[in-house]
């Protein structure tokens, strides 16, 4: 006996297709209007699906503040981080407000969501000596050691994100001025300083390595760090290269995505480096961002407090 076919409800069919043209709609909102980067694009794309999942064909005018505040409890019950469900929250937000400003809601009731105060995580940092282990991870010799010293002497070097990285263009590498420029969130663009052994390292792998891997496509592409094919690295490919030699030295689970970044932050702060400055260098809008940094300066904070307080 053959097996009944599922049915799909009209009303649900109707409510997905709503919501379809809604979230392509908002997406277009973002990238025209908002000038969002697509990184930051494809993040709400991912978050409006897991809302619409939680929705599960209801229609969203229908919602109420209590049906709504369901919604973080859902995420936290799907394992979700207390982070994560307040950037779901606040995604929630924004696309209410859309929905507003297109007459499909009077108001939002999203606006009333309150997002859970959340402890700031201190970000996991290496050392400098760990960093100089790291570094010197690529052995010569190996297939692509050359790009990898490159690649993790850049994201040191420079405090880069790793999307940063990845879309890096030959013309914004400047190894003689030791500087290169940055294309950050919002596509705005930095000047960030590069140091001379990493200035080195970039340009033995151009001068080797990078050549023969842009033969190998055609026509050959402008962005600096290649893959094997000649393609320019996807971001989750540069993150498993950066976790595949914290492994070599031991590191593998101290090191977050992020690892490179938070330690550049950390020790030029804890070199004496200005917290404007290092707002500056990370591509921070707001230095409230960059403040989650201050936390590894305690060592110099006690000097500066011995040197000058009149009572230390």
């Not at 094919?229 to 976790?243: C, T, V, Y």
Request: glycine share 6%; hydrophobic share 40%; with cysteine.
């Amino acid at each position: 006996m053959a097996p009944k076919k599922k049915t799909i409800k009209p009303r649900r069919l109707a409510a997905a297709e709503q919501q379809a043209r809604l979230a392509e709609g908002f997406l277009r909102y973002l990238s025209a209007e908002c000038g969002m980067a697509d990184n930051t694009s494809a993040a709400y794309r991912r978050d409006l699906r897991k809302f619409f999942t939680w929705l599960a064909g209801r229609r969203i005018a229908s919602l109420t503040v209590a049906d709504l505040a369901g919604y973080p409890e859902w995420l936290a019950e799907q394992g979700l981080a207390a982070a994560s469900v307040a950037r779901h929250t606040a995604s929630l937000k924004v696309f209410f407000r859309y929905l507003q400003l297109e007459g499909v809601l009077q108001e939002s009731q999203a606006e009333l969501l309150s997002s859970r105060k959340l402890w700031r995580r201190v970000p996991r940092v290496l050392s400098p000596r760990q960093v100089d282990e790291l570094l010197s991870a690529p052995v010569r010799g190996e297939p692509l050691a050359r790009r990898d010293r490159a690649v993790l002497e850049l994201m040191y070097a420079t405090g880069c994100r790793v999307s940063e990285l990845a879309t890096l263009q030959l013309p914004n590498l400047h190894l003689e001025e030791r500087y290169c420029v940055l294309h950050g969130k919002g596509d705005k663009q930095r000047i960030v300083p590069l140091g001379r052994r990493g200035a080195e390292a970039v340009a033995a792998y151009l001068k080797w390595e990078r050549p023969k891997l842009a033969a190998r496509r055609d026509p050959p592409v402008t962005e600096v760090i290649l893959s094997s094919r000649g393609r320019p690295m996807a971001r989750q490919r540069l993150w498993e290269l950066i976790k595949r030699y914290a492994a070599t030295i031991g590191v593998a689970h101290e090191l977050s995505p992020h690892g490179l970044r938070h330690s550049f932050a950390t020790h030029l702060l804890a070199g004496g480096a200005d917290l404007r400055q290092v707002q500056e260098l990370l591509g921070h809008a707001s230095i409230a961002t960059t403040q989650i940094y201050t936390h590894v300066d305690a060592t110099r904070l006690k000097k500066v407090h011995a040197a000058y307080h009149p009572r230390a």
